[in-house]
Every structure is written in C-alpha cells, then in structure tokens.
T-cell receptor
Framework: DVKVTQSSRYLVKRTGEKVFLECVQDMDHENMFWYRQDPGLGLRLIYFSYDVKMKEKGDIPEGYSVSREKKERFSLILESASTNQTSMYLC?????????????FGPGTRLLVL | RKEVEQDPGPFNVPEGATVAFNCTYSNSASQSFFWYRQDCRKEPKLLMSVYSSGNEDGRFTAQLNRASQYISLLIRDSKLSDSATYLCVVNGRDTDKLIFGTGTRLQVFP
C-alpha cells in the first residue's frame, strides 16, 4: 500500500513566519506534488517535482518554494506566511507521468495564518 | 471557462437510489480521466479511471463522451457510506498535470 505522510495535520502560524511543510512517500515514486485546496476553488497545483533536486512551478507558485533533496521527501516552504495562505495543503505522489498515473495523497495539513 | 466543471450539488438521495454526476472539460486533447472520492476533511482517493469504452466497478459506472467533452459517474443502489464529494479529474494542456474539478457533494440518507 502506498503511504504518503505529511509532517503536521494542523498548524497555526503568524503572519511573516517562515513555514515548512514536509511530505514523505514510501513507494519510490518519481513524481511529487503540492496542492492547496480551498472551498469553491478545488485543488490547485503549487509546485511539482519529477526527480531529486528538480522542481517545476504549478499554477499558483507565488509566495511558495519547494525542496527535493531526497527522492522520498518533498518540502513546501512559505517564505513569509500571509493570511491568504490559510488553506488545506495536500501532498501527492505518483509513479510516472502524472497525466496517466494515479496520484496518491497524504492526509493534508490545515494551515491557519493569523 | 473553467478547465473542469462540475455541479457542486449537494445531491441528497435515499439509500438504494441511483444517482449520476456529469463533468465537462475544456481541453479536447485530454487523454486521461478519473473520478476521485473525498470524504469530509480527508484526502482525495482514486475511485476509478474512466476509459473510452466506459467501465464499471461494482455499483459504479463511468462513461466518457469525447465528442461532447464530458464524463459521467453513475452510482447504483446508493449506500450511506457513499456520502462524500466526488472529484472529476482530467489531465490538462500540460499533459503531465492533473486538473481537479471542485467536486460534487453526495449525501445519502436512510
């Protein structure tokens, strides 16, 4: 069974803080993704990665950065948290090309920025 | 126009009912289609892929209509446990990315 874990289920941060969200998958998947999910807007892709040390911008990368130093770990960084980054953050992984393979999601991190 | 559009619902149906959801997509070049299920405050999970010829998995049937650019999900004999949000997912213009619809909420009542 594929397992994707995220470091926190709930986080509360203050405006301006640097925030790290960690994601780990245990199935040796090549691809990893970070989404945010907001009511009425669905899942929106922030960043993704096809390989170690490789990253690609998604649809809404502004205010975020990522790091993939190891194949199993993909980190999302909010350089200076703002209230409009309050959201549910979902990490996902897939074996090969995302367009043709199932994505497996972690349980999500609910981030509240005050 | 959104790349993937779904009726948000909610669809409120009694146990045992048959319910159908449709989803339209804008990219005629899309090749991959999926239905994901998301329970309240949980992560999305793959329900089923959608194949050109249509496919069935138990009480669930998925259909693809390329000419009209929509996919559908039919649930027969609804169970209370089917209550969830159903996400329509299509690969986008950049075919390595998936585009998620905002979901259709289903509530099955006793």
């Amino acid at each position: 069974d594929v397992k994707v874990t995220q470091s926190s289920r709930y986080l509360v941060k203050r405006t301006g803080e640097k925030v790290f969200l960690e994601c780990v998958q245990d199935m040796d998947h090549e691809n990893m993704f970070w989404y945010r999910q907001d009511p009425g807007l669905g899942l929106r892709l922030i960043y993704f990665s096809y390989d170690v040390k490789m990253k690609e911008k998604g649809d809404i990368p502004e205010g975020y950065s990522v790091s993939r130093e190891k194949k199993e770990r993909f980190s999302l960084i909010l350089e200076s948290a703002s209230t409009n980054q309050t959201s549910m953050y979902l990490c996902a992984s897939s074996l090969v090309s995302a367009g043709h393979e199932t994505q497996y999601f972690g349980p999500g991190t609910r981030l509240l920025v005050l | 126009r959104k790349e993937v559009e779904q009726d948000p619902g909610p669809f409120n149906v009694p146990e045992g009912a048959t319910v159908a959801f449709n989803c339209t997509y804008s990219n005629s070049a899309s090749q991959s289609f999926f239905w994901y299920r998301q329970d309240c405050r949980k992560e999305p999970k793959l329900l089923m892929s959608v194949y050109s010829s249509g496919n069935e998995d138990g009480r669930f049937t998925a259909q693809l209509n390329r000419a009209s650019q929509y996919i559908s999900l039919l649930i027969r004999d609804s169970k209370l446990s089917d209550s969830a949000t159903y996400l329509c997912v299509v690969n986008g213009r950049d075919t390595d990315k998936l585009i998620f619809g905002t979901g259709t909420r289903l509530q099955v009542f006793p």
